[in-house]
């Protein structure tokens, strides 16, 4: 069994900055890719970004805003969210698929951190 921690949420101005974490704990081989998703109210969720080996990939709405990053020795990942505007309010979600030592791919969600941006 895995388990995602999510942290670093809360209430920031529009134009602040927030880092989120998600650290991974658990019994599995390797993890694989990861990546942070977002809800907004009424709306369905959708990918921030993901990290595969040394590469990152952003939807449009971030890309130079946001900056996934990993810690491998601590099972980590962060997104660092800076100039943050009133549209980027949502929960975020981190996602991430591993390897289990039985040679199957399992993927796991964070239990989500609400990010709200005030004007």
């Known amino acids: 069994q895995v388990q995602l921690v999510e942290s670093g949420g809360g209430l920031v101005q529009a134009g602040g900055s927030l880092r989120l974490s998600c650290a991974a704990s658990g019994s599995f081989f390797s993890i694989d890719d990861m990546g942070w998703f977002r809800q907004a109210p009424g709306k369905q969720r959708e990918m921030v970004g993901f990290i595969s080996g040394g590469s990152t990939e952003y939807a449009d709405s971030v890309k130079g805003r946001f900056t996934i990053s990993r810690d491998n020795a601590k099972n980590t990942m962060y997104l660092q969210m800076n100039s943050l505007k009133p549209e980027d309010t949502a929960v975020y979600y981190c996602?991430?698929?591993?390897?289990?030592?039985?040679?199957?791919?399992?993927?796991?969600w964070g239990q989500g951190t609400q990010v709200t941006v005030s004007s």
């Open positions: 996602n991430i698929r591993i390897h289990t030592y039985f040679g199957s791919v399992q993927t796991y």
